[in-house]
């Protein structure tokens, strides 16, 4: 990262935008599927987290990533009063999930003969299952769900527990997500070095001068050198 910087021993992921997407949320990738314009702005977004937080802490820890994509999906097009779109959206998301946590997958197999490895998400309770059947499991140490550890980005106590999982301190570690508020804003609160995962479209600046800044994952790597 920076001559003067501690060397990393452990490097800190997020889950949804950053290893199955290139730093688009999945909000944003719900609206997009769902039609873009097809409902105003602010009621599709009171749609999404209605249905994204009628399920944290409400699915069986072994719920599947497809099942869990569908009944977001689901809950997202009751709310719209779309309920006939959810099946198609569900598909779509899911296809281009698991082409990006395919590809990611050798991302996080690299680093891991490098580095400690933890995926740490805003997530419903089933993180871990979720990382088995996508095959990034084998890559990491840890999954640490927002769900089970009680904690949400930017809450440095769900951090604070990757990190105690890790056996690392802050200095020592590196996160890496698409998200300025939860991620980089939790990182900074810390001490932690933070890359940016940053979507072609966003016109938006990294939130300290200096920071890494990449377009998607298989460039990390290469900022870690």
């Known amino acids: 990262m920076t001559a003067a910087a501690a060397p990393v021993r452990a490097v ?6 950053t290893l199955d997407a290139d730093g688009v949320a999945w909000k944003e990738r719900f609206r997009r599927l769902f039609g873009g314009d097809a409902a105003p702005s ?9 249905a994204d937080d009628a399920l944290v802490g409400a699915i069986p820890r072994d719920l599947s ?5 569908r009944r977001l999906s689901a ?14 959206v569900a598909a779509r998301f899911l296809g281009d999930a698991r082409a990006h946590l395919a590809r990611n ?7 891991h003969a490098r580095f400690r490895v933890a995926i ?13 059947e996508t ?20 809450d440095r106590r769900i951090f604070d527990a990757a990190l105690a999982t890790l056996g690392v301190s802050p200095r020592r570690a590196v996160f890496v997500g698409d998200s300025q508020p939860r991620d980089m804003a939790g990182a900074r609160a810390l001490g932690m070095r933070h890359v940016w995962v940053r979507c072609e479209s966003s016109g938006a600046e990294a939130c300290c001068p200096g920071d890494p800044v990449i377009g998607r994952l298989t460039e990390l790597s290469g900022v870690l050198a």
Do not use: I
């Open 12 to 17: 800190l992921l997020d889950f949804g935008g």
């Open 42 to 50: 602010e009621r599709f977004d009171r749609a999404f987290y209605d």
């Open 65 to 69: 990533f497809e099942e869990t994509v």
């Open 75 to 88: 809950g997202v097009a009751e709310r719209l009063g779309r309920p006939d779109a959810a099946s198609d």
């Open 105 to 111: 997958a050798a991302v996080l197999e690299d680093l």
């Open 120 to 132: 740490v998400s805003n997530f419903y309770g089933n993180l871990e299952t979720v990382c088995r």
């Open 135 to 154: 095959g990034l499991a084998p890559h990491v140490d840890a999954a640490v769900d927002s769900a089970v550890v009680r904690a949400e980005k930017p």
